[in-house]
């Protein structure tokens, strides 16, 4: 089974419980399986709430625990010696050992000794290892979430107030595609930034599915703008061959209409050196008739700012346009083959039929060209003939 996070609001730990029990997780055996954690003092009551005229489930964690924080070595050793499934067990210790990794980082302590405040209680356990119980239950393969809105303003915690995302969301969602809103309310809290970064293979739009089920959980607060909820859809997940492989990169590209010519060509050379995928020269038109040229480059999201500093350290233009987009691109590998060249690099592509072709390397050609001093489209098709009648013998 395929479960999608539609996390249009954000997500807390209370909005995933809810959620699960509104897809059918009874709250009974819920309790009776978190009762397996050597922890007393706490219930779960369930009521039925409106978001903007949709129902849903509010859960609140009740406690009478006296224990006011506990730290990674604590939670630990609780979970560890929980009579829970190893499953449950890995998965809850997983998304606690990324709260003390980030909290640790934040504050300046080693992790065993990082102490849980707003965390570490016994709501915030009942939360994470609830939600990993409730995929157990309901038999979920694989999760998919959504790109998730993050608020502004600030927030009172043990350590004062602090900004919105807190420096612990923030540090959770490294390399997590988010993205603002404007609320002045905490979204994603960092319960729910833990659940969902060690629960979810990947953030993207709703893959392609059969929709089974849906269900609603509700957050504490009414928003102005939108319905406070976290969506679950559970569901079978259509499968499609495919050959191509995916991924998401970032495009940084500027107009220039008053640079020597002869610098784009250097300027090229030291963005390939910097880890550009492509770049490219655009013919344009710009302001009153002005003939320019569009540059545009193609790099990994993490090279992004390299880029950006090239071409304004490089170029002439006084600013840049940067965003990310999703790329599909065929499968490709390097192999060598025999020819009248002698053992000759080329690429074997991957089509998207599952078929193969075989196309050589420039630097290769234009070698051989130059050494046999021969035209370089003979060497070009000399290979592939080769390897087509190889392919075919």
Not at 56 to 76: F, G, L, P, Q
Not at 116 to 121: D, K, P, R
Not at 363 to 369: D, F, G, P, R
């Amino acid at each position: 089974m395929l479960a999608y996070f539609d996390c249009f609001s954000g997500i807390s730990g209370d909005m995933t419980l809810g959620a699960f029990i509104d897809l059918g997780v009874p709250v009974k055996w819920l309790k009776e399986n978190i009762g397996n954690i050597p922890l007393t003092g706490f219930d779960i009551s369930v009521t039925s709430v409106f978001r903007n005229g949709i129902n849903a489930r509010n859960v609140h964690v009740k406690t009478k625990d006296a224990v006011e924080s506990r730290n990674y070595a604590e939670i630990r050793s609780l979970l560890q010696n929980s009579r829970l499934s190893q499953q449950v067990k890995e998965r809850s210790l997983e998304a606690f050992k990324r709260l003390a990794e980030a909290e640790a980082a934040i504050h300046g302590r080693p992790v065993d000794k990082v102490h849980f405040h707003e965390v570490g209680g016994i709501d915030a356990i009942v939360d994470i290892v609830g939600a990993v119980l409730c995929v157990e239950y309901l038999g979920i393969e694989k999760i998919i979430a959504s790109k998730l809105p993050l608020g502004t303003g600030f927030v009172d915690c043990r350590h004062g107030t602090l900004p919105v995302p807190a420096p612990a969301t923030i540090a959770l969602l490294k390399d997590v595609p988010v993205y603002g809103t404007g609320i002045p309310h905490e979204l994603v809290t960092p319960t729910g930034a833990a659940i969902i970064v060690t629960l979810a293979e990947s953030f993207e739009t709703m893959p392609d599915m059969l929709i089974n089920k849906s269900g609603y959980g509700a957050g504490k607060r009414e928003l102005e703008t939108i319905p406070n909820l976290l969506r679950i859809v559970t569901g079978n997940a259509q499968e499609h061959k495919s050959y191509s492989q995916k991924d998401r990169v970032a495009v940084v590209e500027t107009c220039i209409d008053d640079m020597n010519p002869e610098v784009f060509g250097f300027v090229m050379d030291r963005l390939f050196e910097d880890g550009a995928l492509d770049v490219y020269w655009i013919p344009i038109f710009m302001k009153k008739n002005r003939p320019g040229t569009m540059v545009q480059v193609l790099c990994r999201t993490d090279q992004k700012e390299t880029v950006i500093n090239r071409i304004l350290s490089e170029t002439t233009s006084l600013g840049v346009r940067y965003y990310d987009v999703d790329r599909a691109w065929l499968v490709r590998e390097q192999i060598t083959v025999k020819t009248v060249y002698g053992m000759v690099k080329v690429k074997r592509i991957t089509d998207t039929d599952g078929g193969t072709r075989i196309v050589p390397e420039y630097e290769v050609c234009k070698k051989i060209a130059l050494e046999k001093n021969i035209p370089i489209r003979i060497v070009y098709d000399t290979i592939q003939q080769l390897c087509l009648d190889k392919k075919h013998a």
